[in-house]
Nanobody, 115 residues
Framework: VQLQASGGGLVQAGGSLRLSCAASGSIFSINNMDWYRQAPGKQRELVATITWWGGVTNYADSVKGRFTISRDNAKNTVYLQMNSLKPEDTAVYYC?????????WGQGTQVTVSS
């Protein structure tokens, strides 16, 4: 499985961005896809997750009500819509796919929120 993340950038606080993660390769039997983020000097943390077929979602408390994860199975793509962005959302965002107990990671996309 190969993952290509895109959509990061610089935005002012209160603004919005939409991240995309396109999956290719042997995507059959992907269980779920997630977005993680890692800020400088901090551990990587789970932001949101979605099951590939059922579309069941879960969010970190810090982003609930502001971020929305979704997927388009026809395009093999998962999105993270980020609204009401805060400076503390600044991080490199990574997508991850889990397939039969194996994790696959994308390359990361930088999100910077200015105050």
């Amino acid at each position: 499985v190969q993952l290509q993340a895109s959509g990061g950038g610089l935005v002012q606080a209160g603004g919005s961005l939409r991240l995309s993660c396109a999956a290719s390769g042997s995507i059959f039997s992907i269980n779920n896809m997630d977005w993680y983020r890692q800020a400088p000097g901090k551990q990587r943390e789970l932001v949101a997750t979605i099951t590939w077929w059922g579309g069941v979602t879960n969010y970190a408390d810090s982003v609930k009500g502001r971020f929305t994860i979704s997927r388009d199975n026809a395009k093999n793509t998962v999105y993270l819509q980020m609204n009401s962005l805060k400076p503390e959302d600044t991080a490199v965002y990574y997508c991850r796919a889990t397939k039969v107990g194996v994790d696959y990671w994308g390359q990361g996309t930088q999100v910077t929120v200015s105050s």
